[in-house]
């Protein structure tokens, strides 16, 4: 039997966590492989944009916007009114499952690479619009007439956070100069890429493995509706990617995302702009099951699925 050595490296920080085995990851070299994997994914999208030209682009980019505006407007109900939280954390856990998880979307690469399906070669565009319209979504659910916004501050690290910034600016930089004037620092960018995933994958591991004894403290309503809602965006993303044409690939990497839950870009966020959310909730949900959940069963569902759909259709 053989599995994705990168899912492997997430697999042993699960592992070791749960174990107890005395092992640490050095914040800076998590902060480190972040970076790396943000300007990594950017640069090679910006690329690929410079080298295409289509006006489906514009239309592509539109939907991509409405995926992340009505995912939140989909989970904010079931968790208010079904789930019984309050419109606080409600809002800010809908914000977090509307956006994208820049590492799911890294791991989705790898495994659609190992078996050869390819897909639209500027997907981390849409990685980049699928971050903020949820942040604005939450916050606007979120909101009450005795409310207090900061909407300077909430704007800033919205449009400014690392992941944004970090994955914005390789695109636009990859965009700019193009694969030729690229060419001298994407043996960095590119060649180094599945080795800093693993490594980040180890600590995605450990993390998760911690916050694993939370899923108790919040009860099995957070614990159904992290793997529930996954299942929901991804066949939110997969409808909107084969109205929108794109290849069997695309579709697949489309479902990805919308099953995504954010745990860098959002919590920081939410932080901000709704203080009063319980934000361990969130990354719980987000980070202990979502992610687990999608690397380990989501992935290589949705692959085999909508193989399977598109090639007999």
């Known amino acids: 039997m053989k599995i994705d050595v990168v899912i492997a490296f997430f697999m042993l920080g699960l592992f070791a966590r749960l174990v107890k085995a005395r092992f640490d990851f050095p914040p800076a070299l998590y902060q480190s492989i972040i970076i790396f994997l943000l300007i ?52 800010s856990i809908a914000a977090h499952y509307g956006s994208v998880s820049v590492g799911t979307y890294a791991v989705a690469i790898t ?117 529930v809602m996954p299942l929901t965006g991804a066949m939110v993303g997969a409808l909107t990617g084969h109205l929108l044409g794109l290849s069997t690939g695309g579709i697949i990497m489309l479902a990805t995302l919308a099953s995504s839950a954010s745990y860098i870009a959002v919590p920081a966020a939410m932080a901000v702009a709704i203080p009063a959310a319980n934000q361990s909730i969130s990354m719980t949900a987000s980070l202990a099951i979502t992610f687990p959940f999608n690397v380990l069963v989501g992935i290589p569902l949705y692959t085999s699925l909508l193989t399977t759909v598109f090639k007999s259709a």
């Open 40 to 91: 990594s994914i950017g640069l090679k999208g910006g690329i690929a944009l410079s080298a295409h030209n289509s006006d489906g682009l514009l239309l592509q980019s539109l939907a991509v916007i409405t995926i992340g505006i009505v995912l939140p407007l989909i989970a904010f109900p079931v968790l208010h009114k079904i789930g019984g939280l309050g419109r606080d954390d409600a809002a």
């Open 111 to 227: 495994y659609l690479d190992a078996r050869g399906i390819t897909f639209e070669p500027y997907f981390p565009l849409f990685v980049a619009l699928l971050e903020v319209p949820a942040i604005a979504v939450g916050i606007c659910l979120a909101r009450n007439h005795n409310q207090r916004v900061e909407f300077r501050k909430v704007l800033h690290e919205v449009f400014f956070n690392q992941g944004v910034l970090l994955l914005v600016g390789g695109l636009i930089i990859g965009w700019l100069a193009g694969e030729a004037n690229t060419a001298k620092i994407m043996p960095l960018f590119r060649d180094l890429f599945q080795g800093v995933l693993a490594l980040f994958l180890l600590n995605m591991g450990l993390v998760a493995a911690e916050k694993l004894g939370s899923i108790k403290q919040y009860g099995s309503f957070i614990a159904s509706f992290a793997v």
